[in-house]
């Protein structure tokens, strides 16, 4: 059939991809220009290219994962965060069951629900049949036994959750990987959760944790020998989910609002909070989406004029918050730093920057601003929120986004220092140190400024396999072939 379609040469093709868990492009430019990753320079970057691309909005593991694997934003997909929740279960009249399940958390014994609330077409596992995955928390479409060292990730994973055994993690991981060279795939999907790990116990300069970028590039050339033996070497891509950064400060809102008198459900131990008139859902830790009156059972999320305004002017007066965010009244989503406010909206692919006071997205223009997706993209790269209008408008695309989200600035959180292990460094934000990330590749990269949801379709293309025509949710990446001759006519610079 493929060859049918034309696409015989590349369906020869089989695409390997390395997610390397919270990897900071800056952290691998310096191990790279050291010569300390020797054979991500030369079966990846010397034939391909590396770039400094941008993630998604909670930029959260998991969530993050959503553009690799689906080539579409979380918030398109109604996955708002790695925590949400679910309006309607969350309900007075609903039981202690449901109230538990409605309180989302991805972290923990409900992390097998992502596969299920991911609202989207199919993922690359169902597209490419002869998918394997290692050490993946989101499995949806792979077929029997394709998901490797599944247990090994259960207990080596949340060993390492309150233990730092990581290494031990990352070792399984390399052995499964080494394992799987001799086998048939097409597509392989490898997840380094190292980095991450070690990071948000440390910071991101460690040692330790320099240690283990150095051993998954030893994986990858143990990796690389075995395949190159038995012929033609796969396309590899490389990348990873989001940044990190130091925390400094933990601006807990949840004990925050509990402080100033109101009730608030939040994870571990208060999904259950009596009268409660806030939750908080926290991602990254950086992150953190507003619910108001949570037992009401109203499904409709609220926009701007029904926030609480002693609230929402109390909340962006902490140091800790960088940038507000709600649904506008009529249309489109209002954005505020202090007094500083601003409206973002879409048509047809054009995203409307209107500031009405100040300018909170640092986009460096007084009047509205009207660019094309790709040119916007571009233009804030240059601010300290990369891609945050688009960022923005898809997370609240999710009807199960907050009422209101805060994204925090450098070196602060909105959790701990109670959580076990407390995070010393940590992610979730639209700040550059969080959103940018490494994105290599053996094949040559486009020279225009990339997000993580193009690399899915990009790897379609590699692959020789076309997104479904029939598929009515088109995806919201770009493959490289289209970007790449955006370029040509001039359309995105
Ligand atoms: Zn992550």
């Known amino acids: 059939m493929r060859a049918a379609l034309g696409l015989s040469g590349a369906a020869s093709r089989r695409v390997v991809f390395v997610l390397i868990d919270g990897a900071r492009a800056d ?7 050291r010569g300390d990753l020797p054979h991500l320079a030369r079966w990846v970057i010397e034939p391909g290219g590396l770039t400094v691309g941008t993630s998604v909005f909670p930029s959260t593991t998991g969530v993050a994962y959503i553009p690799f694997l689906f080539g579409r934003y979380p918030g398109t997909t109604n996955v708002p965060g790695i925590r949400w929740l679910d309006r309607a279960g969350a309900a007075e009249r609903t039981g202690w069951r449901a109230q538990w399940q409605a309180a989302r958390s991805y972290c923990g014994v409900q992390a097998g629900l992502i596969n299920h ?35 090994q990730r259960a207990v080596f994973g949340a060993a390492a959750h309150f233990l730092g055994t990581y290494p031990a993690l990352d070792r399984a991981v390399s052995r499964a990987w080494l394992a799987a060279a001799d086998e048939p795939w097409r597509f392989l999907f490898v997840v380094f959760p190292g980095p991450d790990g070690i990071t948000h116990l440390k910071d991101p300069r460690h040692p330790a944790v320099l240690a283990s970028y150095r051993a998954i590039d030893d994986a990858l050339g143990a990796f690389a020998a075995r395949v190159t033996q038995r012929g033609e070497l796969p396309v590899f891509f490389v990348a990873s989910d989001h940044g990190a950064s130091v925390m400094r400060e933990h601006c807990d809102v949840a004990e925050l609002l509990e402080r100033w008198g109101v009730p608030t459900l939040r994870h571990p131990t208060h999904v259950w909070r009596r009268g409660a008139r806030v939750a908080t859902m926290v991602s990254g830790n950086a992150s953190v989406q507003l619910y108001f009156e949570p037992r009401s059972g109203r499904p409709e999320p609220r926009t701007e004029s029904e926030i609480p305004v002693d609230l929402l002017d109390r909340l962006l007066g902490l140091r800790a918050v960088r ?45 509205a601003l009207e660019l094309d997706d790709r040119e916007m993209l571009l233009r804030s790269r240059a601010s300290d929120l990369p891609d945050a209008p688009r960022q923005l408008l898809q997370l609240f695309r999710a009807p199960r986004a907050g009422d209101l989200v805060l994204a925090a600035g450098l070196g602060a959180d909105f959790r701990g220092p109670w959580e076990i292990p407390e995070h010393k460094a940590g992610h979730g934000s639209l700040i550059a140190d969080h959103m940018e ?26 692959l020789g396999v076309p997104f479904p025509p029939t598929e009515p949710r088109r995806l919201d990446g770009v493959g490289f072939a289209a970007l790449r001759s955006a370029v040509t006519e001039g359309a995105v610079r």
């Not at 691998?28 to 220009?33: E, M, Q, T």
């Not at 049949?129 to 490797?148: D, F, K, N, W």
């Not at 590749?441 to 990339?450: D, E, G, I, N, Y």
């Open 323 to 367: 940038l507000a965010a709600c649904r506008d009244d009529r249309d489109g989503i209002v954005v505020r730093q202090g007094a500083d406010r601003a409206r973002l909206s879409e048509r047809a692919g054009v995203i409307r920057y209107e500031p009405l006071r100040g300018d909170p997205l640092r986009l460096r223009t007084t009047g």
């Open 27 to 33: 952290v691998l430019r310096d191990l790279l220009d």
């Open 437 to 462: 990330v490494p994105i290599a590749a053996s094949v040559p990269l486009p020279a225009t400024p990339l997000r993580t949801v193009d690399l899915m379709p990009a790897m379609l293309e590699q």
């Open 117 to 151: 609330d991911i609202h989207a077409g199919p993922s690359i596992f169902e597209l490419v049949q002869e998918s394997v995955a290692v050490c993946t928390p989101v499995t949806r479409g792979l077929g029997a036994g394709a998901h490797r060292i599944p247990v």
